[in-house]
């Protein structure tokens, strides 16, 4: 008997050889789109029945050509499961066939499938495909191993223009004053890499690689924005091209830069989409980390153009065969083009974020069975895209890059135009490295979680020996039930650790490949220190001892910045986890006041963060008078040592430091003289742009909106509507957030339901609220009352974000509140965020009282 498809599989027996799609869609006039399409299809049997998707379109006269007869159907909507079922009186045979449907629509408000974007007084129409909403689009088999050749036509006003994945075959000018444009027809892809944008949009000059033009294109008035995204994508498309040794695999270049769009970019195939922000960059207003994350993103997205549409996962399960490898590959080759942007530390910011999410009960593998469309979109998180390329860095660090890439050029060349799963890479892996790597890897991509390697000195024979210990490290500690033990989970760890010798330096390397519970390593000598994840190349934390994080903390200059980073974040999840005490962390922390890296103090700001705004508030207030003296004691010196404003030629580094410990001292320590300045500041830099650095410009304009007036905040909004920088005007926008004063809060929430506001941005102004103290039982209120219009106003993917903010509410009391509600009214795409959510009031529950006393006793000794 053959298998059953699965309830949300199209049947594998009617597979899509070409597509041709017709629409007429001209955004100006109307929000109402038609078209046609005709899908070449081959049929393994006879079917009386063929299913396809299609969701909140008219699809209309259904036929299906075969052998020259014309055979007409009837259409049969099944609504859960996004489908439709073109059913015919009789069988059709086996063999090849063309199925014809007519579709009409509206452009969409919810930014997927084709919707529609203001811009003043223009409209325009934009696709967002990924995950499942070419079904949104045209009716298709909207499944990633159903891949077929795309020939796309679109007839629109004369005035328009239009951009899809090919290029422009021909124009055909129509006598009622509009035009069909036809495009060349595409490589084989799968239904979620189309891509359509119609409208009054405008295009940069081109720069070539080879034969490639890469173009960016834009609403009117932006090109003297388009310099720094030319730039970082030929760069980058260069280099990509020299480590996969296969040219760019289409025939242009197109970057869109897309007013109004739900995720930062989009790796349509010679179409990529983008965010504003993360593709025009105004060189005046934008700051390094800027500059520096819209290149991460073009290198992403480029790096698609080989992982994942040239070779492409078969079903959602394996998205991480796509995203974790486009993220691990976007830093290395910026850091080969931009060595001095120290690209490393910004990947360890996102390695710590999937740590930490990673260390939650309810987690999940970075492979994960996938069966409906929501279930693929919650996967679009921090386990797939940087827990997964962290543990491709490990394996490449393991391999050896030269192995690692010989095994990835064999398996883009076999797969190309195709469709993979996870063993067709490890097979690759495996035949470039001469060993097994399937059983290296699985555990990493197949379990959740990741392990804690408690880090021992002992002695064997009377020599120096270093003893490990592995288990699973959860934030809480699952309760033991009776007759549920389930054995211990278990990861082989290619462990690398840093040495500290007799005479300074980084000490030396040791590796070792952990593969069982508990291991040794035996050393010559006793070492000055011993670092448990040198360069944090391994997806796991270290736990050193009391006694090695004092040896630690006096070997500061010993360690990488990647390290310290690494010894921060690791001993506050140690205390967040009940294995380290906050005095411990305070005490770590008191180390680093002299420290230069932006990044280090970075990391050591979310803890103080934390301890001040949330812990001592809650459970300790009599701490907080000399918490705040500790903090300036410590890190009020180095701040007033940099000042306000850059020397000439200061390199950015400095820069960069100087706005962290503007955060730390204005931000958590709530300086009374840094915040008068930045006030001041502030107002001048609504004046002139030019009057403060921009790397300093957002803690400037944060600080400043703290002590806001109503007359301050009407500024921000006049900023955030004018700015001809994207930069600028989210800037302006989310820092709305930051005001304290309560008819402020109540007007920022107010506005963000606005069409001011851009549908992209309303999630991100509500998050920045709750992380504003003042403002986060204001806007627990009003998302509850505005429920009906926030789920109509904010995508469904973007709705979840609303759902993990709020464990910042803290209280049991919030978390019935957060519990019930979202039962109640349930986001799509947020039921693992929920069990989160509520996974994460439990920990503060179980850490508050614990953490407080030792707090207390700390700040008394």
Known sequence: MAPRTPRYRLDPGVQPRRVHVHVEVDPQRSSAFRGEVALEIELDKSHRSIRLHAVDLRVSRPRIEIAGQVRRGRVKKIPATGMIAVEFDKPVPAGAAVLRLGFAGKLRKDLCGLYGVSVGDRRYAFTQLEAADARKFF???????????????????????????????????????????????????????????????????????????????????????????????????????????????????????????????????????????????DARSATLNEKKRAAEVICHELAHMWYGDLVTMAWWDDLWLNEAFATWMAFAILDDWKPEWKMWLDFQHGTASALELDALRHTHPIYCRVRTPEEADENFDRITYEKGAAVVRMIERYLGAATFRRGVRAYIRKHREGNTVAADLWDALSNASGEEVGPLVRPWIEQEGYPVVEIRRSKSAGRPVIEFHQRRFLEQPARKRAGSQKPPTRWPIPWVGRIGGGRGGRGRLERRLLSGAR?????????????????????????????????????????????????????????????????????????????SDADVLATLRKPLSFITNSLIPDAAPDCGAPMQSWLLDHFEGPFAELGWKP???????????????????????????????????????????????????????????????????????????????????????????????????????????????????????????????????????????????????????????????????????YKREVAKFFRANPVPTGERALRQTLERFDWYRGFRDSAAKDLVEWMET
Request: glycine share 6%.
């Open 647 to 813: 020397a000439a030629h200061e390199p950015d580094e400095v820069r960069l430091t100087r706005a962290v410990l503007l955060g730390i001292v204005g931000g958590i320590a709530k300086s009374p003289h840094a915040l008068e300045i930045s006030h001041r500041q502030c107002d001048r830099y609504l004046t002139n742009r030019r009057s403060v650095d921009a790397n300093l410009a957002d803690a400037v304009v944060s600080l400043g909106a703290r002590g806001g007036d109503a007359a301050l905040h009407r500024r921000f909004v006049d900023a955030a509507m004018t700015s001809a920088s994207a930069q600028e005007k989210r800037r302006f926008l989310l820092a709305l957030g930051d005001f304290r004063d309560e008819k402020l809060i109540d007007r920022t929430l107010t506005f963000a339901l606005t069409d001011a506001v851009a549908t992209q941005d309303v999630a991100f102004l509500f998050m920045r609220l709750f992380a504003n103290p003042t403002a986060r039982e204001r806007t627990w209120e009003f998302i509850q009352r505005r429920w009906d219009r926030i789920r109509k106003r904010v995508p469904p993917h973007m709705c979840s974000y609303l759902v993990e903010m709020t464990p910042a509410l803290l209280t049991n009391e």
């Open 139 to 281: 009716p298709c088999f909207d499944e990633p191993a159903l891949k077929a050749r795309f020939t796309i036509s679109v007839t629109t006003s004369a005035a328009n223009k239009v951009i899809s994945n090919g290029q422009v075959r021909r124009t055909e000018r129509r006598a009622d004053g509009r035009k069909t444009v036809h495009f060349a027809q595409t490589p084989p892809l799968s239904t979620y890499l189309i891509a359509l944008a119609v409208g009054d949009l405008q295009a940069s000059k081109p720069v070539s690689l080879g034969p490639t033009q890469i173009r960016i294109w834009h609403t009117p008035g932006k090109r003297a924005q388009t310099s720094f995204g030319l730039e970082a994508a030929r760069e980058c498309l260069q280099r990509l091209e020299h480590y996969f040794g296969l040219p760019y695999p289409y025939s242009k270049l197109d970057l869109v830069a897309v007013p109004d769009f739900e995720f930062g970019a989009m790796e349509n195939a010679g179409a990529i989409f983008f965010r504003e922000t993360l593709l025009l960059i």
């Open 519 to 595: 291991d040794r390593i035996p050393l010559k000598h006793i070492p000055r220190f011993i670092y448990g994840n040198a360069d944090e190349g391994g997806f796991f934390r270290p736990l050193h001892d009391a006694d090695e994080i004092r040896r630690l903390s006096r070997s500061l200059g010993s360690l990488k910045a990647v390290e310290r980073m690494g010894l921060i974040d690791h001993q506050w999840a140690l205390v967040r986890a009940g294995q380290a005490s906050v005095g411990s962390m305070l005490d770590l922390a008191g180390s680093f006041a002299r420290e």
